[in-house]
């Protein structure tokens, strides 16, 4: 008898034990995340000091970009930066949504199949290429073809004012679309997928039309999930460096025309940050990846936010 | 299964050991870093090096001037290389005293895409300064028909066409534009990366090259050895002396040649704007940057060793892959140079 309780008291302690270890471990691992992140804002901090001290908030509002002369301000890039990303957001959410409700609610089940494996293979493709792509039959496509069209029956718009390089904001936004499609279209449909039958069965039942079961029934269940895949895919527009800097012109001007060159702040950082040789430049450059962070970690709240509201107020209509 | 893994990662990490040790007897191992533009013919010569002598193994990262300078200083690999030579505050910011030795000349060449004129364009530097300054702004402005008479130049608007990433080839050419226009040298002034006046950015030679070649009417810069691989055409400019001259590695020796009759001791020289009929008017000597006191006896000699060879016999390799060798009376003061380093 004494024998079994002890046998059978070392297996609780072997269990706890093992419930112990794992517990340390995660919670290592979760703090080793917080640790590199809180590394990596010293280091950058630290390093983007001199420009701090110098520039401070003129940094942020300040248009000129010169090397030479040592006088940085980041405005043009910020700019770039964000209109290139929102813009590429605006078009993007509604084609990728569009999709990924074909591959679930409309297409024949083997189509459908077909189609999400041809949007998973343009997520896999590194961004160089599309760069390559962009530089090379995008942007000559752009400047021989769509900017003169544009121009021809829209030029009374500020937007598409001005003469026609091919690279240019426009030629940006067109890359980080049909870089950011796939990624909201894999994840929206996932979340589809996800809403239960009995949803689409109950709106149906009720006589709705397919569109309307999808008004319904589908898209409120999947709104948060389908807010965070764009916000994943914001994500990605602001941080992409490579494919944007090929096509974008690389010119740190602020101007509505979608036909003018722009600059954006990962852009400038892989352009110049190899050969920065003055202090002064590199914390610049620093300064400028300080900012990005800044902006990514404001953008994460507010989708936070939205997030959060969203499910107090679908919490309240299901009490209602 | 999980057994399996387990085993053959040991057999790895046994693997790796075997390998790491293995290097570490075979070979000295001397790192470098620095510009991206002597790339090919450093790798060329380090190549044929290992052939001549096996027991030493150079690693070059080029990671761009800037890096190079920045890693040298930190003292973190054994020779660095830059496309520009240090400032008297970047020499002073190294632990010991850095040395210069130029190994080889590249030149920056003025590309242009006007349908109809394929090549022969003529453009008197001035003339460049000022289409970079927005200051000509038709192809058919009389100051650039006059050079080209009988050649049907479009009265339409120029399109430059610049380096959105910092690198030396836009050092030597804003460094040239810098000696032919006071107001560029006042306005803009030279470095790896500037404040351009107007234009578009492309990165890399091949960012503008493709921009030139897409865009009817532009004009930009790449380097002499990417301008004459890829076919592109090119501007032939009318240098200080007042005789056209067209870029080719004949023409670059030739700048070399005349500056080094004012050559200062340290090699730090800009060899743009040079005096003489011959001398092509962008051209740059590229340097490797190391300490004149080696701090490990056996890496510096084996340095040494190498920079000796690399003047005697790697020069003769320069040709086939369109740099400039130094000219004769420059490896005469390399040499002597050489002999300085202590190990």
Redesign the interface.
Known sequence: MSDVTASHRWKIEKGLSGDFIFKAVTVLFAFSILVILMLMLYEMVSQSLPSLRKFGSHFITGM??????EDFGALPFIYGSVVSSVLALLIATPLAVGTALFITEIAPRRLGGFAASLVELLAAIPSVIYGLWG??IM??WL?QSVQPFLQKYLGFLPFFDG?A???SMLAGVLILVIMVVPIITSITKEVLTAVPRSQREAAIALGATRWEMIRMAVLPYGKSGILGAIILGLGRAVGETMAV??VI???PKISLSLFS?A?TMP?VI????????SPLHSAALMHIGLLLLVITLIINALARLLLWSMSRGAARGAKL | MLKNVRKSLLALAIMAAAAVAGQASAATLINGAGATFPYPIYSKWFSEYAKVDPSVKFNYQS?????G??QITAQTIDFGASD?FLSDA?LKAAPGKLIHIPTVMGAVVVTYNIPGVSKGLKLKVEDVADIFLGRITKWNDPRIADDNKGVNLPNQ?I?VVHR?????TTNIFTDFLSGVSSEWSSK?????????PL?????GNE?VA??VK??RYSIGYVELAYAFENKLPYATLKNKSGSWVEPSIKSTSAAAAAAAKHMPADFRVSLVNQPGKDAYPIAGFTWLLVYEQQKDKVKGKKLVEFLNWELAKGQKMAGALLYAPLPENVQKMVAKTIKAIKY
Do not use: R
Request: no cysteine; proline share 6%; glycine share 22%.
């Open positions: 000129n970009w010169d090397a030479v002369q530089i090379l942007t000559p400047q003469p390089y091919g690279v800097t090929m012109g690389n010119d060159p600059y852009s892989a352009n110049e940050f190899a050969e920065a040789s | 990671i761009g001037s800037g890096g300078i920045k520009a970047q608007p399109v959105s990433d910092g690198s030396g803009v002034g030279k470095g790896t990366s500037v404040k351009w234009g578009l950015g492309g990165k960012g493709g921009q897409n865009t």
